[in-house]
C-alpha cells in the first residue's frame, strides 16, 4: 500500500508563511500531483495541482499566495503559502496520480489565527 509522507503544517498568525511537503515513496512515473483543504464544516476543495508537463492549476484565491512546485520532476512535491489568512485553516492533504490512480496522504493540519 503506497504511503504518502506529508510534513510541514502547524499554527501560525495571519500574514505568516509555511512550507508543506509531500514524498511519494519509490521510483515511479507520477502523472500528477497536488493539495487539497479540507476546512471546517466544508467539503475537501483544490488549493493547487502539478502535472508532469509543468502546468499548474490553483484553487480559488490561491494564485498569487501560493506556489506548488516539483524540483527536478522529483517524486517530492512543496507547497508554499505566504500570507495566510484564516481561511486557510483546515486539513491538507496530498495527492499523487499514477496511471490514473490516486493515492492521497492522511492530511496535515494548518490553523491560522487572525
Known amino acids: 500500500q503506497v504511503q504518502l509522507v506529508e510534513s510541514g503544517g502547524g499554527s501560525v498568525q495571519a500574514g505568516d508563511s509555511l512550507r508543506l511537503s509531500c514524498s511519494h515513496p519509490?521510483?515511479?512515473?507520477?502523472?500528477?500531483m497536488g493539495w487539497y483543504q479540507k476546512a471546517p464544516g466544508k467539503q475537501r476543495e483544490l488549493v493547487a495541482f502539478?502535472?508532469?508537463?509543468?502546468?499548474?492549476i490553483y484553487g480559488i484565491a490561491r494564485e498569487g499566495r501560493f506556489t506548488i512546485s516539483r524540483p527536478n520532476a522529483e517524486n517530492t512535491m512543496y507547497l508554499q503559502m505566504n500570507s495566510l489568512k484564516p481561511e486557510d485553516t483546515g486539513v491538507y492533504y496530498c495527492?499523487?496520480?499514477?496511471?490514473?490512480?490516486?493515492?492521497w496522504g492522511q492530511g496535515t493540519q494548518v490553523t491560522v489565527a487572525s
Open positions: 502539478m502535472y508532469s508537463g509543468g502546468a499548474v
Open positions: 519509490g521510483n515511479i512515473a507520477i502523472s500528477g
Open positions: 495527492k499523487s496520480s499514477v496511471a490514473g490512480q490516486d493515492y
